[in-house]
């Protein structure tokens, strides 16, 4: 029987050009030999900011200035049932070093599918190739020109992440609709 969720503290440390630094674990750690994002578990009564920033201190030997939430994960492996509390650290002090003997390694985001990364931590390696922010269409469009327009002018600005919502259109107009937008996308 498989307890409570191990509560894990987890960074997604990025620097300056936007890599991101994954560590490979020991072979004789739980998934030896995988990689993953850094960090480790909440001590009782230690809140996620507080694991964190202990946790890349003592693995890395970093100081968390900055970090944002990214996302919570749940992941059952077959012996115990993780929950990663995930965060983005944007600003940190010092150079990191495998403190605990782990193998260090700064990637461009899409490198990422490159390396074997721990089951658990596949969500994050897709949330951290999304753009930080992403496009949701309002209501139906009344005027299709206008409406691409609009579209367009986001796209140019940096927009790379379109949901197109348009509930009420006829299926034969919604297709002409995404096929128009879809064409603007690419």
């Known amino acids: 029987m498989i307890g409570k969720p191990v509560h894990v503290a987890v960074a997604v ?3 300056a050009t936007g890599h991101v630094l994954i560590s490979k674990r020991p072979a004789h750690l ?10 480790g578990k909440l ?31 749940t992941h059952r492996y077959p012996d115990r049932e993780v929950l990663l ?3 983005r650290v944007t600003q940190f002090t010092g150079s990191p ?16 599918k490159n390396y074997p990364l721990l089951p658990a931590d ?6 951290v190739n999304l753009p930080s922010c ?5 209501g139906d469009p009344l005027d ?5 327009s609009r579209l367009e002018r986001s796209l140019t600005k940096g927009v790379r992440l379109v949901q197109l919502r348009a509930k009420s259109l006829a299926q034969s107009e919604l297709c002409l609709l995404a096929e128009a937008a879809l064409k603007l996308c690419r």
């Open 85 to 87: 509390d995930v965060h």
């Open 134 to 138: 992403y496009l949701i269409t309002g």
């Open 30 to 39: 739980h998934q030896g030999g995988l990689w993953e994002f850094p960090g």
């Open 122 to 127: 596949h969500p994050i390696a897709t949330a």
């Open 97 to 112: 070093e495998g403190r605990e003997g782990q193998l260090l390694q700064w990637l461009s985001p899409d490198q990422l």
């Open 144 to 148: 299709k020109g206008l409406f691409l």
């Open 13 to 15: 440390i990025q620097d």
């Open 43 to 73: 001590e009782p009564g230690e809140s996620v900011a507080q694991a964190l920033k202990r946790e890349i201190h003592e693995e890395l030997g970093l100081i968390v200035d900055a970090h944002s939430p990214l996302i919570h994960i």
